[in-house]
């Protein structure tokens, strides 16, 4: 993505201080096919679908490590830049119109394009779409899938069907990935800034359920990556976790949730940061978050193993550059500026830490979904940049996805491979391209393989701005407490913490794993019925207290004050030894406690790793906050 960045937010300074408008930037897409690809595909045998992850690695069924090792192929997101005739290709991305569907198609038969992609040593493809590609009726013109005649007279949406049927029947795992709102070459201010930009919330993840339904059959169908780059719009920043419109930590809840009840259970949810906020402008507030909020509010899924997170990096961008040149351009360092140490310092603090901080609420694998660099760049510091920045994927056994896959020679010389009007191969498989050792050693670098043990899992539960019901199993049992404010961990975990005021909790499976016994038996508990004589563990203080043999995996608020426990019985007989564990004056957790700070300002209670809640005790004095004020915590056994 050369030029696609350069203006990413070139065009909100523009349109916010000149009232001017300039295309975006970066994308990335799908392809269609009609030919099956090659039956000895060495790459079906090699890995077993469904995927999931296990504490910073994406596993397969067989729970061996799968590394994303992946490239976007572009297109059906669009290619449009949003001016000029549409019809002519010179209105289109670096001159290449995609039609809306995955670029090559015209010039090389789908099998050939498969075998590339293998000798690239890819496993994965990260392919993109519009929301508009999905309602599109309007067939592709026949000149656009020339090199694929079986095409013809195909819709957007069914060239998308061939194409992903052609990838999984040789081998390749797909990720679907939501690119934009409407057909066009993003990512500036182009109407496609958010999820939301130019449809409802509602409408958006409405498709996401459609489009993870269309494939559920296919298991080499394995992610969904639900939006790219969300970032400014003219007026407004997007934000993690204030509950309005353009609350991107909500509404990924929201679809994710959605994608895994509704529609395919199987699927990983890949969840990018934000991209952009503020305005460009020296003096004023401006910056790339990426993964930084995760650290303070991190996603909780119906399956704790299914969360992956990702960014992107590019060398023209920066912390916080926007990637512009001229107007737009701040004096703020690009990743490129920086020296070898700095860039790996930024890549920790932006995204890598929530990978390699193990045993955290928001441990997850990593996914730097974009990253790449042309073939014509001459410049010493983007190529020292792309070189540096390799490396740290190949020394940190990252999970990647080059951009973009498939371009035309003499059009992008980002692409990892090029192909001329004769069908005719160009790119990085070939000696002369600079970028070729370097992504060899990317390629062939040695990581961890084979079986990835389970590890302790830590979930966040947050009621900041509703519920956070995160089990299937108490989901299928309606509402436990209607006009609450719910949170229950995900199935396989149980409640291990509290704060004090702010409605967070925090989930485990640590040293016991699964306690639940089978069924959909839960308790509600509202008052103190199940506190047996002599066993007062607060007191002074309302103790919602457990039946006996049950353990807390939920609880409930009405605005500060607790309002119910929720328990379920234990497949064995749990300890009945406790301890009271008060946090309302300060936090209370164990020494070196894992899970990290789920409650960030708050005080917190947490059980050690070796027990298990049975209570929650709180009170309603006069000038005593309602919240939970401490834990019964009980010996696992």
């Not at 990637?323 to 360092?333: I, Q, V, Y």
């Amino acid at each position: 993505m050369p030029s696609r960045c350069l203006r990413h937010l070139t065009a909100a300074v523009a349109a916010v201080l000149l009232s001017a408008a300039a295309p975006g930037a970066v994308a990335a897409a799908p392809a269609p096919a009609t030919a099956t690809a090659p039956a000895s595909s060495p790459a079906a045998d090699t890995w077993q679908p469904p995927l999931s992850t296990r504490g910073r690695y994406v596993v397969d069924a067989a729970g061996d490590r799968f590394r994303l090792k992946a490239a976007n192929w572009d297109g059906a997101q669009g290619s449009w830049t949003g001016s000029g005739d549409i019809a002519d290709p010179a209105s289109h991305h670096a001159g290449q119109d995609s039609h809306g569907i995955p670029l090559g198609l015209d010039r090389v038969p789908l099998p050939r394009l498969l075998a590339d992609f293998h000798r690239l040593g890819i496993n994965s493809v990260r392919l993109p779409f519009s929301n508009e590609m999905i309602h599109t009726t309007a067939t592709v013109p026949d000149p656009a899938v020339a090199a694929n005649p079986g095409l013809r007279g195909m819709t957007p949406l069914q060239v998308y069907d061939s194409v992903v049927a052609a990838l999984t029947r040789d081998g390749f795992a797909v990720i679907l990935n939501n690119h934009t709102n409407t057909t066009r070459w993003c990512c500036g201010v182009d109407g496609n800034e958010r999820w939301n930009s130019g449809q409802s919330t509602q409408r958006w993840a409405d498709d996401w359920v459609f489009m993870a339904r269309r494939y559920a059959a296919n298991p080499r169908v394995v992610g969904a990556d639900l939006y790219n780059e969300v970032r400014r719009d003219i007026l407004d920043d997007p934000n993690w976790g204030l509950g309005d419109a353009h609350d991107w930590y909500a509404a990924a809840q929201l679809a994710g949730d959605r994608i895994l009840t509704e529609a395919n259970p199987s699927l990983l949810i890949v969840i990018e940061g934000i991209n952009w906020t503020g305005l460009p402008v020296d003096g004023l507030p401006h910056g790339r978050p990426a993964l930084t909020p995760v650290r303070a509010l991190s996603h909780t899924l119906v399956d704790a193993h299914k969360l992956v997170y990702s960014a992107h990096f590019y060398g023209y961008t920066g912390p916080r550059h926007s990637g512009a040149t001229g107007l737009g351009e701040t004096h703020d360092p690009r990743y490129q500026d920086l020296t070898r140490d700095q860039l790996q310092q930024a890549l920790h603090d932006e995204a890598f830490y929530v990978a390699e901080e193990s045993g955290q609420h928001f441990t997850a694998p990593v996914w730097i979904s974009e990253f790449g660099v042309g073939a014509g760049e001459s410049g010493t510091a983007a190529r020292t940049w792309f070189g540096t920045f390799t490396d740290y994927l190949a020394d940190h056994d990252a999970d990647f996805a080059y951009w973009p896959l498939v371009g035309w020679e003499g059009h992008d010389d980002w692409a990892l491979l090029r192909y001329d009007s004769a069908g005719d191969r160009h790119g990085i498989l070939d000696p002369s391209d600079w970028r070729g050792a370097a992504w060899s050693r990317l390629m062939t670098s040695p990581g961890r393989t084979g079986p990835i043990a389970p590890t302790p899992t830590w979930r966040m539960l947050s009621t900041d701005h509703g519920d956070a019901v995160e089990s299937r199993r108490v989901r299928a049992g309606g509402d436990w407490d209607v006009g609450a404010s719910k949170a229950v961990c995900p199935d396989g975990l149980r409640l291990a913490g509290l704060g004090h005021t702010g409605g967070r909790g925090l989930c485990t499976d640590v040293a016991g794993g699964d306690l639940r016994a089978t069924g959909t038996d839960t308790t509600v508990v509202t008052d103190e019925r199940h506190v047996p004589p002599g066993g007062d563990w607060a007191v002074g203080y309302t103790k919602l207290q457990c039946p006996a043999a049950q353990f807390l995996i939920g609880y409930s608020r009405r605005g500060t004050r607790v309002s119910a426990a929720l328990c379920v019985p234990a497949k064995g007989v749990p300890g009945t030894a406790g301890r009271t564990v008060w946090f309302d004056r300060s936090d209370n957790r164990p020494t070196g406690a894992a899970g990290g700070d789920f409650a960030v300002g708050d005080r917190k209670g947490q059980c050690a790793d070796g027990e298990y809640a049975a209570g929650i005790a709180f009170t309603a004095r006069l000038g005593s906050s309602p919240g939970p004020a401490a834990l019964l915590c009980r010996a696992l056994g």
